[in-house]
Protein backbone atom coordinates (compact mmCIF):
# COMPACT_ATOMS: atom_id res chain seq x y z
CA UNK A 1 0.00 0.00 0.00
CA UNK A 2 2.87 2.31 1.03
CA UNK A 3 4.42 1.49 -2.54
CA UNK A 4 1.23 2.60 -4.41
CA UNK A 5 0.90 5.62 -2.31
CA UNK A 6 4.49 6.74 -3.59
CA UNK A 7 3.93 5.80 -6.67
CA UNK A 8 0.44 7.93 -6.93
CA UNK A 9 2.50 10.83 -5.56
CA UNK A 10 4.80 10.60 -8.73
CA UNK A 11 2.25 10.28 -10.96
CA UNK A 12 1.12 13.45 -9.82
CA UNK A 13 4.26 15.28 -9.76
CA UNK A 14 5.09 14.37 -13.20
CA UNK A 15 2.03 15.65 -14.33
CA UNK A 16 2.52 18.65 -13.01
CA UNK A 17 5.74 18.98 -13.65
CA UNK A 18 5.58 18.13 -17.73
CA UNK A 19 2.89 20.97 -17.86
CA UNK A 20 5.31 23.00 -16.12
CA UNK A 21 8.40 22.32 -18.00
CA UNK A 22 6.14 23.13 -21.28
CA UNK A 23 4.46 26.36 -20.33
CA UNK A 24 7.68 27.50 -18.82
CA UNK A 25 9.64 26.89 -21.85
CA UNK A 26 7.27 28.38 -24.31
CA UNK A 27 7.66 31.64 -21.80
CA UNK A 28 11.16 31.71 -22.35
CA UNK A 29 10.67 31.57 -26.27
CA UNK A 30 7.88 34.25 -25.98
CA UNK A 31 10.38 36.71 -24.45
CA UNK A 32 12.78 36.55 -27.46
CA UNK A 33 15.91 37.02 -25.16
CA UNK A 34 16.82 33.61 -24.70
CA UNK A 35 15.41 30.18 -24.01
CA UNK A 36 16.97 27.07 -21.64
CA UNK A 37 19.97 25.77 -23.72
CA UNK A 38 18.12 22.84 -25.30
CA UNK A 39 14.90 24.80 -26.43
CA UNK A 40 17.22 27.32 -28.21
CA UNK A 41 18.95 24.96 -29.80
CA UNK A 42 15.69 23.28 -31.01
CA UNK A 43 14.17 26.70 -32.09
CA UNK A 44 17.62 26.94 -34.02
CA UNK A 45 17.29 23.59 -35.58
CA UNK A 46 13.74 24.19 -36.91
CA UNK A 47 14.47 27.23 -38.08
CA UNK A 48 17.34 25.57 -40.51
CA UNK A 49 16.05 22.46 -41.32
CA UNK A 50 12.30 24.63 -41.62
CA UNK A 51 10.63 21.93 -39.94
CA UNK A 52 7.37 22.83 -36.91
CA UNK A 53 9.27 23.53 -33.77
CA UNK A 54 7.00 20.86 -32.21
CA UNK A 55 8.43 18.03 -34.69
CA UNK A 56 11.94 19.34 -34.28
CA UNK A 57 11.35 18.81 -30.34
CA UNK A 58 9.96 15.32 -31.12
CA UNK A 59 13.07 14.19 -33.69
CA UNK A 60 15.24 15.80 -31.50
CA UNK A 61 14.39 13.67 -28.54
CA UNK A 62 14.30 10.61 -30.40
CA UNK A 63 18.11 10.90 -31.70
CA UNK A 64 19.09 11.66 -27.64
CA UNK A 65 16.81 8.81 -26.74
CA UNK A 66 19.24 6.59 -28.59
CA UNK A 67 22.12 8.10 -27.17
CA UNK A 68 20.97 7.66 -23.77
CA UNK A 69 20.47 3.81 -24.70
CA UNK A 70 24.46 3.99 -25.92
CA UNK A 71 25.68 5.57 -22.53
CA UNK A 72 23.72 3.31 -20.64
CA UNK A 73 25.71 0.66 -22.23
CA UNK A 74 22.74 -1.88 -22.35
CA UNK A 75 19.20 -1.48 -23.47
CA UNK A 76 16.82 -0.37 -20.92
CA UNK A 77 13.74 -0.84 -22.78
CA UNK A 78 11.07 0.44 -19.50
CA UNK A 79 13.69 3.66 -20.12
CA UNK A 80 13.70 3.73 -24.01
CA UNK A 81 9.58 4.12 -23.77
CA UNK A 82 9.09 6.59 -20.72
CA UNK A 83 11.61 8.92 -22.87
CA UNK A 84 9.01 8.41 -25.77
CA UNK A 85 6.21 8.92 -23.46
CA UNK A 86 7.79 12.50 -22.50
CA UNK A 87 8.50 13.49 -25.68
CA UNK A 88 5.00 13.32 -27.31
CA UNK A 89 2.99 15.80 -25.19
CA UNK A 90 5.89 17.65 -24.36
CA UNK A 91 7.01 18.80 -27.35
CA UNK A 92 3.50 19.91 -28.81
CA UNK A 93 2.75 21.34 -25.27
CA UNK A 94 5.61 23.81 -25.74
CA UNK A 95 4.66 24.63 -29.28
CA UNK A 96 0.75 25.47 -28.49
CA UNK A 97 1.46 27.02 -25.01
CA UNK A 98 3.89 29.03 -27.16
CA UNK A 99 0.50 30.68 -28.91
CA UNK A 100 -1.07 31.58 -25.56
CA UNK A 101 2.16 33.64 -24.39
CA UNK A 102 2.56 35.43 -27.37
CA UNK A 103 -1.56 35.85 -27.62
CA UNK A 104 -1.15 37.54 -24.76
CA UNK A 105 1.49 39.66 -25.67
CA UNK A 106 4.58 38.32 -23.69
CA UNK A 107 6.54 39.37 -26.49
CA UNK A 108 5.51 42.99 -26.41
CA UNK A 109 6.60 43.55 -23.00
CA UNK A 110 9.52 46.26 -22.66
CA UNK A 111 13.27 45.22 -21.90
CA UNK A 112 13.24 45.14 -17.98
CA UNK A 113 8.91 42.63 -18.33
CA UNK A 114 10.76 40.21 -20.84
CA UNK A 115 14.20 40.15 -18.86
CA UNK A 116 11.95 39.31 -15.42
CA UNK A 117 9.51 37.08 -17.50
CA UNK A 118 12.19 35.07 -19.16
CA UNK A 119 14.37 34.39 -15.94
CA UNK A 120 11.09 33.08 -14.25
CA UNK A 121 10.63 30.60 -17.13
CA UNK A 122 14.27 29.53 -16.36
CA UNK A 123 13.42 29.06 -13.18
CA UNK A 124 10.70 27.02 -14.05
CA UNK A 125 12.51 24.70 -16.34
CA UNK A 126 14.85 23.98 -13.71
CA UNK A 127 12.41 23.62 -11.00
CA UNK A 128 10.15 21.03 -13.32
CA UNK A 129 13.16 18.93 -14.46
CA UNK A 130 14.34 18.55 -10.32
CA UNK A 131 10.65 17.30 -9.62
CA UNK A 132 10.36 14.76 -12.40
CA UNK A 133 14.07 14.02 -12.51
CA UNK A 134 13.36 12.66 -8.53
CA UNK A 135 9.81 10.86 -9.41
CA UNK A 136 12.27 9.12 -12.07
CA UNK A 137 8.58 7.58 -14.20
CA UNK A 138 9.11 9.22 -17.46
CA UNK A 139 11.94 11.64 -18.23
CA UNK A 140 12.37 14.13 -21.05
CA UNK A 141 15.72 12.42 -22.60
CA UNK A 142 17.49 15.60 -22.93
CA UNK A 143 17.20 15.66 -19.19
CA UNK A 144 17.62 11.63 -18.77
CA UNK A 145 20.65 12.45 -20.50
CA UNK A 146 21.99 14.78 -17.52
CA UNK A 147 20.50 12.02 -14.98
CA UNK A 148 22.59 9.79 -16.49
CA UNK A 149 25.66 11.33 -16.21
CA UNK A 150 25.12 12.32 -12.78
CA UNK A 151 24.40 9.19 -11.50
CA UNK A 152 26.59 7.00 -13.53
CA UNK A 153 29.41 8.57 -14.06
CA UNK A 154 29.40 12.40 -12.51
CA UNK A 155 28.88 11.45 -8.45
CA UNK A 156 25.69 12.89 -8.66
CA UNK A 157 26.60 16.27 -8.76
CA UNK A 158 23.80 18.16 -11.00
CA UNK A 159 26.00 21.07 -11.59
CA UNK A 160 28.52 19.20 -13.51
CA UNK A 161 26.24 16.54 -15.07
CA UNK A 162 24.29 19.26 -16.25
CA UNK A 163 27.56 21.24 -18.14
CA UNK A 164 28.55 17.80 -19.36
CA UNK A 165 24.82 17.83 -21.31
CA UNK A 166 24.64 20.57 -23.22
CA UNK A 167 27.62 19.22 -25.39
CA UNK A 168 25.07 17.98 -27.52
CA UNK A 169 22.88 21.23 -27.80
CA UNK A 170 25.69 23.90 -27.57
CA UNK A 171 26.66 21.89 -31.21
CA UNK A 172 23.28 22.17 -33.15
CA UNK A 173 23.25 25.69 -31.89
CA UNK A 174 27.28 26.46 -33.62
CA UNK A 175 25.89 24.10 -37.00
CA UNK A 176 23.29 26.18 -37.02
CA UNK A 177 24.37 29.55 -36.79
CA UNK A 178 27.24 28.34 -39.05
CA UNK A 179 24.72 27.21 -42.39
CA UNK A 180 22.00 30.12 -41.72
CA UNK A 181 23.88 32.61 -40.30
CA UNK A 182 21.27 33.55 -38.02
CA UNK A 183 20.42 32.51 -34.03
CA UNK A 184 16.69 32.58 -32.54
CA UNK A 185 15.68 31.81 -29.13
CA UNK A 186 19.71 32.58 -27.65
CA UNK A 187 20.71 35.44 -25.70
CA UNK A 188 20.61 36.17 -22.01
CA UNK A 189 18.81 33.50 -20.88
CA UNK A 190 20.98 31.06 -22.28
CA UNK A 191 23.81 32.08 -20.66
CA UNK A 192 21.57 32.82 -17.62
CA UNK A 193 20.54 28.81 -18.21
CA UNK A 194 24.22 28.06 -18.29
CA UNK A 195 25.86 28.99 -15.77
CA UNK A 196 22.23 28.91 -13.07
CA UNK A 197 20.18 25.63 -14.15
CA UNK A 198 22.61 23.23 -12.23
CA UNK A 199 22.46 24.83 -9.51
CA UNK A 200 18.81 26.18 -9.14
CA UNK A 201 18.04 22.20 -9.72
CA UNK A 202 20.36 20.97 -6.70
CA UNK A 203 18.45 23.56 -5.22
CA UNK A 204 15.17 22.41 -5.84
CA UNK A 205 16.01 19.07 -4.95
CA UNK A 206 15.89 20.05 -1.61
CA UNK A 207 13.44 22.78 -0.86
CA UNK A 208 10.84 22.48 -3.89
CA UNK A 209 8.36 19.65 -2.97
CA UNK A 210 11.43 18.30 -0.68
CA UNK A 211 9.16 15.20 0.49
CA UNK A 212 9.97 13.77 -3.19
CA UNK A 213 12.96 11.79 -2.81
CA UNK A 214 15.18 11.09 -5.87
CA UNK A 215 14.36 7.19 -7.03
CA UNK A 216 17.84 6.34 -8.50
CA UNK A 217 17.63 3.75 -10.89
CA UNK A 218 21.42 3.51 -12.64
Sequence with gaps: MA???????????LAFSIFLNSAANALTISTNLGSAVWTGSSVNLSNWINVPLGTTLFGYGIV????????????????FVSNLLYIVPFSYLVEWIGYF???????????????IVDIIGLFGVAFAVSIYQRCNI??????????????????????????????PPLTIIILSWYFTGELHAIGFGTVWALITQGIVMAWADFHVFPQLKHHVDV
Excluded: C, E
Design 64 to 79: ITILNQVLLGTFDRRR
Design 138 to 167: IMHPNDDLAYILRFKFLHGSAVIAQWASYI
Design 101 to 115: WNWIGVGRLNLTGRV
Design 3 to 13: KMQDFGQRMRF
